[in-house]
């Protein structure tokens, strides 16, 4: 009976002390996409992605009910930094959704206006912010006095709050209301006032650094940063040392007396199986998430290492490694001689015919391109020739009889092969994730290798000069590129021998690759050097090179293989590309698969697009 009660007290007190309202609620997920191409049109960075925020404690004053009630401690605060835009994943703050989602577009608007400027108080730079996005869209002023409004309806009035916090509401009020009239917020007398209430219509500051990292990122296996996110959304976090438990289980009284209990969780656990399932549930109620190396780093690092193949066993390695730069963006440099790239030869290949399930299409594919195939084709207006080019002759005639000074080339026919002044070069991705099945039969590796066996046979029959390589990456001293076929090689029964023998890898450090093949395309005469690249991922590695980072670098190799006359071209099967690849490779340069079987049929018809006269 008691309990009962008690539930129906708590579901009361809750509803009533709720002031936003979740009937009008709109998703972040429902506008993710729309909200990333906005903030790229109105001018804001096009390596920010968006992202959805974690809810942390204000620390400002809450209603009587919210405080009898327990609700009301946290808010999904927007912030930008230089990786995302982040942005609360539901907004309820008003009764109308077309409030809630004009709330959206507001946070994205001020975002691309964002001045990055140190040492700039909060205050002042959202109304820097919001001056800079009203004087170059005045179209949004109608909206942006809407939305003041609305906010400042919910909010604690002045009257309701002592004077010094009284203070600090009514200068934010003024700022929004008159954007650039605050210089600062009220300081109140120590201890005498609490935070001020979260603005919705304005970016929070990004946390500062807490430990010995910063809040954003925590060493990862490998020395590497892992970014802390819960279900999708952002968490703060602190680096700090192990504690030391050797009487641990010296309890002399309940846990339940505690105010409140923590325990480290292994996150870098050998199988899938959480041993604590609450884990998770627990993790999203804390602030910060305090991060901690144990004292078995070293046994993870063996276990780690015990994955890489053997000598004997792994591919043959050509030569001692290619040193080549990566782009660093936070530095603003290139790091010269800082990757090394591994070629790599299959050692045990067996010489293998075309399977039976593509050769029908692959024959199919080989009449086709035989048509763009080197032949012998008349050429008018020559010098010299076998025939007299008739419409030459007449031109000629014409002009001379106009009195007209005769039109310049020859008068006759000559027969000459015209051949294709075009090199290819296609980088497939062979990073773990292609292990990932894409039906019941077929992995994704399993798709990549139809994919390059039915271009080999099309390329073949086509006569232009191409290459076959795959990567993957383990670290920046380790970016494994395996040679199917070079350029001079021929496609034969071996080269699907190595296509049969490929497996997933390790990583995908997609700068590396891509700049070492651009050396390889750069060394063919050809009129045209098309770089195709068949990716099922964003960049990225267990070291550093994660999230913007390899975004940038890969960004940047592109922009070097464009310099080299190189164009490349980019098949994905990331159903998320479109949110990151305009960005790399331009909003032509890609192209997204929706059904990742289906490449092995689209790949070679793309090809004879993008290399048409």
């Known amino acids: 009976m008691e309990e009962w009660v008690g539930g129906i007290w708590d579901r009361y007190i809750t509803r009533r002390a709720r002031r936003d309202h979740p009937q009008a609620a709109v998703r972040l997920a429902e506008c993710e996409k729309t909200l990333g191409v906005l903030y790229r049109a109105l001018g804001g960075d096009p390596g920010v992605r968006v992202a959805a925020v974690g809810a942390t404690r204000h620390g400002a004053r809450r209603r009587l009910l919210s405080r009898i009630a327990g609700t009301d401690e946290k808010a999904a605060r927007a912030a930008i930094d230089g990786e995302a835009l982040r942005l609360?994943?539901?907004?309820?703050?008003?009764?109308?959704?077309?409030?809630?989602?004009?709330?959206?577009?507001?946070?994205?608007?001020?975002?691309?206006?964002?001045?990055?400027?140190?040492?700039?108080?909060?205050?002042?730079?959202?109304?820097?912010?919001?001056?800079?996005?009203?004087?170059?869209?005045?179209?949004?002023?109608?909206?942006?006095?809407?939305?003041?409004?609305?906010?400042?309806?919910?909010?604690?009035?002045?009257?309701?709050?002592p004077v010094h916090e009284a203070a600090q509401e009514m200068a934010i009020r003024q700022a929004l209301r008159t954007p650039g009239s605050v210089t600062a917020l009220p300081v109140p007398e120590r201890g005498r006032a609490?935070?001020?209430?979260?603005?919705?219509?304005?970016?929070?500051?990004?946390?500062?650094?807490?430990?010995?990292?910063?809040?954003?990122?925590?060493?990862?296996?490998?020395?590497?940063?892992?970014?802390?996110?819960?279900?999708?959304?952002?968490?703060?976090?602190?680096?700090?040392?192990?504690?030391?438990?050797?009487?641990?289980?010296?309890?002399?009284?309940?846990?339940?007396?505690?105010?409140?209990?923590?325990?480290?969780?292994?996150?870098?656990?050998a199988?899938?199986?959480?041993?604590?399932?609450?884990?998770?549930?627990?993790?999203?109620?804390?602030?910060?998430?305090?991060?901690?190396?144990?004292?078995?780093?070293?046994?993870s690092k063996v276990r780690f290492d015990l994955d890489l193949p053997a000598a004997v066993a792994d591919d043959v390695p050509l030569g001692p490694g290619i040193p080549v730069p990566e782009w660093d963006y936070r530095q603003h440099r290139l790091l010269r001689d800082h990757c090394r790239v591994q070629p790599l030869l299959a050692r045990h290949v067996d010489p293998r015919p075309l399977p039976e399930h593509l050769r029908r299409p692959a024959k199919k594919l080989a009449s086709q391109f035989?048509?763009?195939?080197?032949?012998?084709?008349?050429?008018?207006?020559?010098?010299?020739?076998?025939?007299?080019?008739?419409?030459?002759?007449?031109?000629?005639?014409?002009?001379?009889?106009?009195?007209?000074?005769?039109?310049?080339?020859?008068?006759?026919?000559?027969?000459?092969?015209?051949?294709?002044?075009?090199?290819?070069?296609?980088?497939?991705?062979?990073?773990?994730?292609?292990d990932a099945w894409v039906s019941e039969q077929q992995r994704v590796i399993d798709v990549v290798g139809d994919s390059l066996l039915l271009l080999g046979e099309a390329l073949r029959a086509s006569g232009d000069r191409y290459a076959l390589y795959g990567f993957s990456s383990l670290r920046r001293d380790c970016v494994r590129l395996h040679e199917i076929k070079s350029f001079d090689a021929s496609f034969d029964a071996t080269a699907r021998g190595r296509i049969a023998a490929l497996k997933p890898g390790y990583y995908t450090r997609m700068g590396a690759a891509l700049r070492h093949a651009t050396t390889l395309l750069a060394k063919e005469r050809a009129a045209v050097r098309l770089l195709l690249l068949?990716?099922?991922?964003?960049?990225?590695?267990?070291?550093?090179?994660?999230?913007?980072?390899?975004?940038?670098?890969?960004?940047?190799?592109?922009?070097?293989?464009?310099?080299?006359?190189?164009?490349?071209?980019?098949?994905?099967?990331?159903?998320?590309?479109?949110?990151?690849?305009?960005?790399?490779?331009?909003?032509?340069?890609?192209?997204?698969?929706?059904?990742p079987e289906d490449m092995p049929a689209r790949l070679p018809l793309l090809y004879a697009q993008l290399t048409q006269r």
């Not at 998430?289 to 046994?299: C, G, H, K, Y």
Request: proline content about 8%; overall charge neutral.
């Open 88 to 161: 609360p994943p539901e907004i309820a703050v008003f009764r109308a959704p077309a409030l809630n989602r004009d709330l959206y577009l507001w946070l994205v608007a001020l975002a691309a206006h964002y001045g990055t400027a140190p040492r700039v108080p909060w205050i002042v730079a959202n109304q820097q912010a919001t001056l800079a996005a009203l004087a170059r869209y005045p179209g949004l002023t109608p909206r942006y006095r809407l939305l003041v409004e609305a906010v400042c309806a919910e909010r604690l009035a002045p009257a309701e709050l």
């Open 194 to 269: 609490k935070a001020p209430q979260p603005v919705p219509l304005w970016l929070h500051p990004v946390p500062a650094a807490r430990g010995r990292k910063a809040a954003r990122a925590v060493p990862a296996e490998g020395g590497g940063e892992r970014q802390l996110e819960a279900a999708g959304e952002r968490r703060e976090a602190e680096r700090i040392d192990t504690p030391e438990r050797r009487h641990g289980l010296l309890l002399m009284f309940r846990a339940e007396s505690l105010l409140a209990f923590a325990d480290f969780i292994k996150v870098d656990r």
């Open 271 to 299: 199988v899938d199986d959480d041993p604590n399932p609450d884990a998770g549930r627990a993790a999203a109620e804390l602030d910060t998430l305090a991060i901690a190396a144990d004292a078995e780093r070293v046994a």
């Open 370 to 434: 035989a048509a763009l195939a080197p032949v012998r084709r008349w050429q008018r207006a020559q010098p010299e020739g076998t025939e007299l080019d008739l419409e030459a002759c007449v031109r000629r005639h014409t002009d001379r009889a106009a009195g007209c000074v005769a039109s310049g080339g020859g008068l006759y026919l000559q027969r000459k092969p015209v051949e294709r002044d075009l090199a290819c070069l296609v980088l497939a991705d062979l990073s773990l994730s292609t």
């Open 534 to 595: 068949l990716s099922d991922g964003k960049p990225h590695d267990i070291d550093c090179y994660e999230g913007r980072y390899g975004i940038e670098d890969t960004r940047v190799s592109l922009v070097e293989a464009r310099a080299q006359g190189v164009k490349p071209f980019c098949v994905t099967i990331d159903r998320e590309g479109a949110a990151y690849l305009p960005h790399l490779f331009g909003p032509g340069g890609f192209t997204v698969l929706r059904k």
